[in-house]
């Protein structure tokens, strides 16, 4: 396990709140129990933190034909529907809810070339909000693998996710399960695969990034 990258800043942060708190207390000589809730308060704050900012160390293993999953979380939508960004016709629709508890990692579903790559500013409705794949900021990436086959996936942006990381730009070579960004702070990341894709979750499943497997070609 380690501490991800992208929360230096904001581990930097809480120390300086936590330090600045409890120096306060301790200059104006706050009651024993005041003090004990901002210690207890500080470290609620720090193990959240923490927590939020985790990547645990895995041992992916690239399967050709195989569909990783991209995120650790929930699958809350599994359907046949008309994607109108960059394929404009219809696709099956994977979308995983990243609840604060989980790993905020975002890894590649498949190896390939990134062939497409969009970044759209937009709302912060709730991630399970129907229309925060589309009215929500996000990211567009679409990876075509060696056999020509075309997968689309997108970060979006939550009530709470105010900040979206890619690491990863149009003609890139991407390997599955590598990391290809990070959401902070409760979202949802969107699949859009070919139909007669075979899909191996269902509704309601949890799923782990870069261990479970979403479908097969």
């Known amino acids: 396990m380690k501490f991800h990258k992208e929360g230096y800043t904001s581990l930097a942060i809480t120390v300086l709140v936590i330090f600045i708190a409890n120096a ?13 809730i901002i210690y207890i ?12 900012f985790r990547s645990p160390t895995k041992k992916i293993v690239a ?9 650790d979380g929930k699958v809350v939508v599994i359907e046949e529907t008309v994607e109108t960004e ?15 508890i989980n790993v905020h990692v975002n890894r590649n579903p498949i190896s390939g070339i990134v062939s497409f790559f969009k970044y759209h500013p937009g709302k912060f409705l709730v991630a399970w909000h129907p229309k925060s794949s589309t009215d929500n900021e996000r990211t567009t990436v ?19 996710a105010r900040r979206i990381v890619w690491y990863v730009k149009e003609n890139d ?12 702070f409760g979202s949802r990341v969107d699949l859009f695969l070919p139909l007669g894709t075979q899909i191996n979750v269902n509704i ?14």
């Not at 308060?41 to 939020?52: D, E, H, N, R, W």
């Not at 050709?64 to 991209?70: D, F, N, Q, V």
């Not at 679409?142 to 020509?148: E, R, S």
């Open 142 to 160: 679409v990876v075509k693998n060696a056999q020509g086959v075309e997968v689309l996936f997108r970060q979006i942006a939550g009530a709470l």
């Open 24 to 36: 306060v207390a301790d200059y104006y000589d706050a009651p024993q129990f005041i003090k004990w």
């Open 204 to 217: 309601g499943d949890k799923v782990v990034g870069g261990k479970t497997i979403i479908g097969k070609f």
């Open 173 to 184: 070579n991407v390997t599955q399960g590598s990391e290809f960004g990070f959401i902070k």
């Open 86 to 100: 960059y394929f404009h016709d219809k696709r099956i629709q994977v979308s995983i809810f990243m609840s604060p």
């Open 63 to 71: 399967q050709e034909g195989t569909i990783l999953c991209p995120a």
């Open 41 to 52: 308060l500080s470290g609620f704050l720090f193990i959240t933190i923490v927590q939020f």
